[in-house]
């Protein structure tokens, strides 16, 4: 399938696997390899449903590989983030069949991103989620439309603006998670959601979430075009430049 990303399938459920060690940091070609995998399963009429997790231990995504936001504001960092933001936005609402998120480890930045961007979200009891972006000069932008619709504005507020990192049974008290459940058992799980799924018909499946996805998205879609811009304009700037090379030379940033 491509050399950042494993895929397979078993019986009627694609399983997409990130394999970019050792913490799957996103650059532009691992994100079209996801969205790639993404249409793949989309396009097979014997898939009918979808797991993204990792084959990376302990780690489902750490987000954005911060070298290269370090060279923002070149237009390779803005393809970055229409990728991350829109394009795979897009590859979600197309797919026409449910999608798992399995996260088998901690989850930052764009792998929040991934996750959300999934139907379902599974965690293993161990699993931390959060948006560290603001500790190195950035935004987790995609997250101001996202968040506070899920959890309430003041709770997203505080995770966002904090950066700080929450368990597994936080997230799911929160909603942000579906299900914990204990190491060692994240895909037998997933693959039982999953195959609930399966044996759905696929037309009615389509269908009904075609029209669940409809009905909430309150234009998501345009919201989070804007924030494109945003995130760009804030990475130009010399704090969001000295927070990144700061994180990068694992020195305290000079604000």
């Known amino acids: 399938m491509h050399n950042l990303i494993n895929y ?111 139907d379902i979200i599974v965690a293993e009891q161990q699993v931390t989620l959060g948006y560290p972006e603001v500790k190195v000069g950035l935004m987790a932008a995609i997250h101001f439309v996202h968040l506070p619709r899920h959890i309430g504005r003041y709770k997203a507020f505080e995770l966002l603006m904090t950066g700080d990192p929450i368990g597994a049974d936080e997230a799911e008290r929160l909603g942000l998670v579906n299900k914990v459940v204990p190491k060692g058992q994240l895909m037998e799980q997933a693959l039982l959601l999953a195959n609930k799924f399966a044996a759905i018909s696929p037309t009615v499946m389509q269908h009904a979430r075609s029209a669940f996805l409809s009905a909430n998205d309150r234009d998501y879609r345009n919201d989070i075009a804007k924030v494109v811009d945003a995130i760009c304009a804030l990475a130009e700037t010399e704090a969001a430049q000295e927070g990144l090379h700061a994180f990068i030379e694992k020195r305290k940033p000079d604000w």
Not at 74 to 102: H, M, N
């Open 8 to 118: 397979r399938v078993d019986g009627h459920i694609a399983i997409i696997e990130l394999n970019k060690p050792p913490v799957n940091a996103m650059d532009q070609s691992f994100i079209e390899g996801l969205i790639a995998a993404l249409g793949v399963a989309g396009d097979d009429p014997q898939v009918r449903a979808v797991i993204i997790t990792s084959a990376v231990d302990n780690m489902f995504c750490g987000g954005i590989d911060l070298e290269l936001s370090a060279g923002a504001g070149s237009e390779d960092f803005r393809q970055l983030i229409e990728k991350l933001y829109l394009d795979l936005y897009d590859a979600q609402q197309g797919i026409g069949k449910p999608t798992i998120a399995a996260l088998n480890g901690a989850a930052r930045g764009g792998g929040m991103t991934i996750s959300a961007s999934c």
